[in-house]
C-alpha cells in the first residue's frame, strides 16, 4: 500500500520531536521533509538525539514550492502568531498546482475563528479572516465529519483538549449552568517548551506548584468557543492554571453546576452515549480517580466523576498526556484525514527505549509508553495484543 508522503515545518521543537517518534513508527507513513530555520543542515537525529537509528534526514529551509511538490501532508510545529501568514501563502499555493495538500497547524495561529480575539489573547493582529472561518478545530470527539474534508486542520491546545473532552457531553446535554464554569489544571513542565524560562527551569519549578496566567491564559478562549458551539449558548470559563514539577502530563479539575439536580448514573449515561465509538476516552468507574501516570506516553485521556450531592456540584477530572496528545490522537490520527490500514502491533528501539504501537479498536491505532528495555526491533502482525 502506498506510503502517505509527511512533512514538518519546525522540526527542532519538542513537540515535533513526539511526532517524529510517531511518523517513524508507522509503517504507512513516509518522512519526506524537515524544515528548520534555526537547525538549517543538521541531521534531525542530531537536534532530536533520541531519534538516532530511527531517522537519519537533514533539516532544510523553508520553500513553500517543496512542501507542496513532495508533501500530502505538512504539520506546522512553529510558535503562536509566526506563520499565520505563510500558512494561507502555502494553501493558496497548493491550490494554484492543484495539491490535495493537508495542513495541520499545532500553534494557535487558526484555532480561534474570531480575528478579534487574536489582539486579546495572543498579542497580534489576523488579517485571514476566511482562513480562520473555514478552518477545522481538530478535536474528533467534536469535528471528526468536519476534518474528513478540512485543508487546515487547527490542533487544539493541550488544556482545551483535557476541559473540552472532560466537559463536552454535559454542555450537548444541556444539563450545566454555563456561567459558573471554574476550571483549575495542572500541567508538566513539558507545556512551557523549549525555550528557558520561569515555568521549565529547574529552579523555579522543583518541589513546587506554580500558577501562571491566572484568567489570562489565551486557551480560556479556546474552551469558550468549542463550549458555546456544543452548547448553542454563551459559555464563560474561568481558567486558573498550574506548572508542577513532572515533565509530561495534565491534569484538570472542572467545576461545573448542574440545572437540576441528579444523580451519578444519569451523569454517567450521558458520557456513555456521548463517547459511544470513541476508543481514546477511558471512563472510569465510581469512585476511581484519573491520574497522570496512566495516560502518559499514550493518547488516551481518563475521565473521573465525583458528585456532590449536598452542594449540586459535579467535579469533572479528566487527565492527558500534554505533548502525546496533541501530535498524535488529535492531529495524525483523526478518521478520515489518512487512510486507514490493518490491524498491527510494532515494537521498536528509539533512544534504547520500547515504543510500542498497538490497535485498540477497527483500524485504529494507540501509542503506547516507552519501555525500557533490551530488545531489538520486532515487527508483529495481527488482532491480539501482548505484554512485554
Avoid at 528501539?349 to 479498536?361: A, C, F, M, W
Amino acid at each position: 500500500m502506498q506510503k502517505v508522503r509527511a512533512g514538518i515545518v519546525g522540526a527542532a521543537s519538542l513537540l515535533s520531536s513526539v511526532l517524529l517518534r510517531l511518523l517513524a513508527l508507522h509503517r504507512h507513513v513516509e518522512i519526506v521533509l524537515l524544515v528548520s530555520e534555526t537547525k538549517t543542515g543538521k541531521k534531525v537525529e542530531d537536534v532530536h538525539r533520541e531519534l538516532r537509528g530511527a531517522i537519519s534526514k537533514k533539516l532544510v529551509p523553508y520553500n513553500p514550492h517543496e512542501i507542496v511538490e513532495q508533501c500530502e501532508v505538512v504539520f506546522l510545529c512553529k510558535s503562536h502568531g509566526e506563520f499565520w501568514k505563510k500558512t494561507g501563502e502555502l494553501i493558496a499555493l497548493a491550490k494554484r498546482m492543484k495539491s490535495a495538500l493537508k495542513v495541520i497547524d499545532l500553534s494557535a495561529d487558526y484555532r480561534l475563528h474570531d480575528p478579534e480575539l487574536y489582539p486579546v489573547w495572543y498579542g497580534f493582529e489576523h488579517k485571514n479572516a476566511r482562513l480562520l472561518r473555514d478552518a477545522v478545530y481538530g478535536l474528533p470527539e467534536i469535528h471528526a465529519r468536519d476534518i474528513k474534508e478540512a485543508e487546515l486542520v487547527a490542533n487544539p491546545g493541550c488544556y482545551p483538549t483535557c476541559v473540552l473532552l472532560g466537559a463536552a457531553p454535559l454542555f450537548q446535554a444541556k444539563v450545566v449552568d454555563g456561567t459558573t464554569l471554574i476550571v483549575d489544571a495542572c500541567s508538566g513542565v513539558s507545556g512551557a517548551g523549549l525555550r528557558p524560562n520561569e515555568r521549565n527551569l529547574a529552579m523555579y519549578t522543583m518541589e513546587n506548584i506554580l500558577p501562571y496566567r491566572v484568567a489570562s491564559h489565551p486557551h480560556a478562549a479556546e474552551m469558550e468557543q468549542e463550549l458555546t458551539h456544543i452548547a448553542r449558548e454563551r459559555i464563560q470559563v474561568t481558567f486558573v492554571p498550574h506548572v508542577v514539577s513532572f515533565k509530561y502530563g495534565m491534569l484538570t479539575n472542572i467545576y461545573l453546576r448542574l440545572k437540576k439536580r441528579a444523580d451519578y448514573k444519569s451523569v454517567v449515561k450521558m458520557y456513555q452515549k456521548f463517547y459511544q465509538g470513541k476508543d481514546f476516552i477511558r471512563l472510569l468507574p465510581e469512585g476511581e480517580y484519573p491520574q497522570i501516570r496512566n495516560v502518559v506516553g499514550t493518547n488516551l485521556c481518563e475521565i473521573g466523576l465525583v458528585y456532590d450531592q449536598r452542594t449540586g456540584i459535579l467535579i469533572v477530572m479528566s487527565v492527558i498526556d500534554n505533548l502525546h496528545t496533541i501530535p498524535s490522537s488529535r492531529s495524525f490520527f483523526p478518521r478520515g484525514l489518512f487512510r486507514y490500514f490493518n490491524f498491527e502491533l510494532k515494537v521498536f528501539v528509539i533512544g534504547g527505549k520500547v515504543n510500542v504501537i498497538l490497535p485498540v479498536h477497527r483500524d485504529r491505532y494507540a501509542f503506547l509508553r516507552s519501555f525500557q528495555r533490551d530488545i531489538f526491533r520486532i515487527e508483529v502482525k495481527g488482532n491480539f495484543l501482548c505484554s512485554i
